[in-house]
Structures are given as structure tokens and as C-alpha cells.
């Protein structure tokens, strides 16, 4: 059913603003069919049904960590204002599920190994961070701003964890993301917000649009046709899979450029729904 998505990991190139200059989207959240499996066995047996049938919206708690090198925009010490502008346009893309952020709080710390070493691959350096930084229950957004400067970190976007992780590791719980991602920031293609927006869909719920190639249950939402491999730029028209349906270039759950997402189906609408009720406590 499930292809992982590697790693790929791209040569990062210094900007203006400290930003790496990255050719294509790059997720770092990769799961296991495994892992998929009994994430999907223990949903489905625990799955919560929605109880309050007036209940249509929810605000999550939002507490940002703001990870620099030093005390400069360049290295990573993103204002105030470039986080408000971020939570604007994750509330303007979440709005159609009814899910809307509120900024709870912001931490600011300076460590130069955090923001350069922190990725999927070390797991002391992000578990240090968490540990130190974390704040709130399942119900609560974690989001850490890193720069992603390693060989190891190179090319990243983001990463984040699911839902069903919450319980065996809650320290973990939350999204990692490039501080140049940010609407404003220095990341040319990838600097309008989507990749918070893309980070949090896993951290609702969502898989990758092109999970499982062109065979079996790919994301496991109905209303998202079968793609054979992520999108890169946007590529209108665009058919890898025999099945019908178009590629979901636009989707927040593709790898395709900032200026190209615009949409969550309602099918991944009523998924998120469904996982938050179920590991989080949030009903929507």
C-alpha cells in the first residue's frame, strides 16, 4: 500500500538572508507501511464519532519556538511580525475544515547546533530541543523555526509527527520547519507559508497525496486521485496514474511550489476531523 518517500537531500546554498536555495519541496516526514498499518488498525478500532453535531470550528493553541543561530534575521531570529503573517495564512488555509490557530505563546533561544543540526537523522539534537522547548498536551501546536544548514538537514522544508505518535512519545509531538519557509522569508518558491500549512495537515492527520504511487490505498482519503510521485513546481495537467482524476498539484499535501497549493479536499477535511477527535480531543 505505501511507498516511503526518501529523504532527499540537496546541496543548500547561502542567500541574502541566510536562507538555503532549494530546488524542490522536501518533507522529512517519512512513515513505514508498517507503521501505516498500525496507524490505521488502531484508528479504526478507537475511532471517536463526533458527539456535539453544533460543534463546526475549533481553535488550537498555537506555541511557537523560535530557534536562531544568533540574534539576526539572517540567522534565523525571525520577527514577531513574520509569525503573525505565517498564522495568518495557515488560519486562511485551514478555514474551510474549521480549524483556526491562536499564537499562545513564543519562545526565543539562541543555539547555533539546534538551528544548524536539528533534522529527522539526530535524534539527540531534536529530542534536547523538544525536551527544553515543548509546551501544552496533545491538543497543543508545537512549531520549531531551525535552520536546516547540515549536510544531513540540507534541502529540508519541514518534518513533523502524526496524531497516533502522541501517546508513546508526547515530548516529540509537533512541527520542525525552515525559518526562510515563512511568508516573507528568503526561500525563493517556498516562502508564502505553505509549508507550515503542508506540516500541520501531518500533524492533523494527512499523509502525502502521492503516498502509495498509483497502487493500493495511497493516502486513504477517497477524494485525492492516485499520484505516481510528487509534484515539483506546478505542473498544471499533470497525469502519472492511470486512474481517473488529475494529479492533485494543488493540494497542500503535494510537494508542489508555494504559489501553486490552494486546497484541502473535503475528504481530507473529514479525515483530519475524524483524527483529531480521536488523539487530540479537539471536536470538529
Not at 539562541?110 to 525536551?131: L, R, Y
Request: hydrophobic letters at 35%; charged letters at 15%; a negative charge.
Amino acid at each position: 500500500m505505501h511507498r516511503s518517500v526518501a529523504l532527499t537531500l540537496l546541496l543548500a546554498a547561502t542567500t541574502a538572508f541566510g536562507g538555503p536555495a532549494i530546488t524542490t519541496r522536501t518533507c522529512g516526514t517519512v512513515i513505514s507501511e508498517e507503521k501505516v498499518l498500525a496507524h490505521e488498525a488502531h484508528f479504526q478500532a478507537n475511532k471517536v464519532a463526533k458527539t456535539n453535531a453544533a460543534a463546526t470550528n475549533a481553535t488550537v493553541n498555537l506555541y511557537w519556538h523560535v530557534v536562531s543561530q544568533d540574534t539576526t534575521l539572517e540567522g534565523g531570529n525571525i520577527p514577531d511580525s513574520m509569525i503573525a503573517d505565517q498564522i495568518a495564512v495557515l488560519n486562511e488555509d485551514y478555514a474551510p475544515s474549521g480549524l483556526q490557530f491562536v499564537l499562545a505563546g513564543t519562545t526565543r533561544t539562541v543555539s547555533w547546533e539546534w538551528f544548524n543540526n536539528v533534522n529527522p537523522s539526530t535524534p539527540t539534537d531534536q529530542t534536547q530541543m523538544k525536551q527544553q522547548l515543548r509546551q501544552g498536551g496533545a491538543a497543543d501546536f508545537n512549531v520549531y523555526s531551525v535552520g536546516f544548514t547540515t549536510p544531513a538537514a540540507a534541502g529540508l522544508l519541514g518534518y513533523s509527527t502524526f496524531p497516533a505518535d502522541y501517546a508513546s512519545d508526547p515530548t516529540d509531538d509537533g512541527s520542525v520547519i525552515l525559518f526562510s519557509s515563512l511568508p516573507g522569508g528568503s526561500t525563493d518558491r517556498f516562502n508564502e507559508g505553505k509549508t507550515l500549512t503542508h506540516e500541520a495537515g501531518h500533524w492533523v492527520g494527512l499523509y502525502h497525496t502521492f503516498m502509495g504511487g498509483c497502487t493500493g490505498s495511497g493516502d486513504l482519503v477517497d477524494d485525492t486521485p492516485p499520484e505516481a510521485s510528487p509534484a515539483s513546481g506546478c505542473p498544471t495537467g499533470r497525469d502519472t496514474c492511470s486512474s481517473p482524476g488529475l494529479d492533485p498539484i494543488n493540494n497542500y499535501m503535494d510537494y508542489s511550489d508555494d504559489s501553486c497549493m490552494t486546497q484541502f479536499t473535503p475528504g481530507q477535511g473529514a479525515r483530519m476531523a475524524d483524527q483529531l477527535r480521536t488523539y487530540r480531543d479537539i471536536d470538529i
